[in-house]
């Protein structure tokens, strides 16, 4: 079975500084796609980023983007110039190809101080 | 502006009793989800659906139930039989499989006692 396993449960950045959060996952697959969700204090999930096993470029969006290391099993997050905002619950997630659904890590919770 | 809609928020019940969370998307999305989010565990698959009409069971179905009668519609029914169901539910989305994300809505906190 695929397992998403994320390391760190607390992590603390200083404003405008970089972060890097972990993810490892476990499969025998070699097609499948990997998702990184915010969760705020508001409980809403938010999707992050999303990258597809088959492309080797790391996938970005503005001030995140993702160290994908499929050798490894590896999908790290790094968020640059941290804000107040980011401030959150992290979850990693893996999808199957052909699979709806999305398998979970535990969580990392980001702090950020001024 | 389209998206899920889950209901209520905050929903109290006594041990014993049947409870039933709704859940209901406006995206025209064939595929819907329920999760279990409890501290230090992440989120848990309790059923999805991918199609009108069938569902599945995920890795904690026990203690639950649900219905696809209607395409926007993915109702959670809490059971008596599930052990420990103080918990925080989402429900979510998707247009299917491959790269697509899933949409979730904002949550419903259940608290039994």
């Known amino acids: 079975a695929q397992t998403v396993t994320q390391s760190q449960p607390e992590m603390s950045v200083q404003e405008a500084e970089t972060v890097t959060l972990s993810c490892t996952y476990d499969?025998?697959?070699?097609?499948?796609?990997l998702f990184w969700y915010k969760q705020p204090p508001s409980r809403q999930m938010i999707l992050v980023i999303r990258q597809e096993a088959y492309k080797q470029q790391n996938a970005t969006e503005n001030r995140f983007s993702v160290n994908f290391q499929k050798a490894a099993k590896s999908f790290s997050l790094k968020i640059s110039d941290s804000q107040l905002g980011d401030a959150a619950m992290y979850f990693c997630a893996y999808r199957r190809s052909g699979m709806d659904k999305l398998i979970f890590g535990t969580g990392t919770r980001l702090q950020v101080f001024p | 502006d389209g998206g899920i809609t889950q209901s209520p928020k905050y929903l109290f019940r006594k041990e014993g009793q049947n409870v039933t969370l709704s859940c209901e998307q406006n995206l025209n999305h064939d595929a819907m989800y329920w999760y279990r989010q409890d501290p230090g565990q992440g989120l848990r698959l309790i059923y999805y659906s991918q199609i009108v009409n069938d569902f599945q069971k995920g890795d904690i179905a026990e203690g639950y139930s649900v219905s696809r009668e209607k395409k926007e519609s993915f109702p959670l029914t809490v059971t008596s039989a599930q052990k420990n169901p103080t918990a925080f539910y989402l429900c979510?989305?998707?247009?299917?499989?491959?790269?697509?994300?899933?949409?979730f809505g904002n949550g419903t906190r259940l608290t039994v006692t």
């Open positions: 499969t025998s697959e070699s097609d499948y796609y």
């Open positions: 979510a989305s998707s247009t299917g499989s491959g790269v697509s994300p899933l949409h």
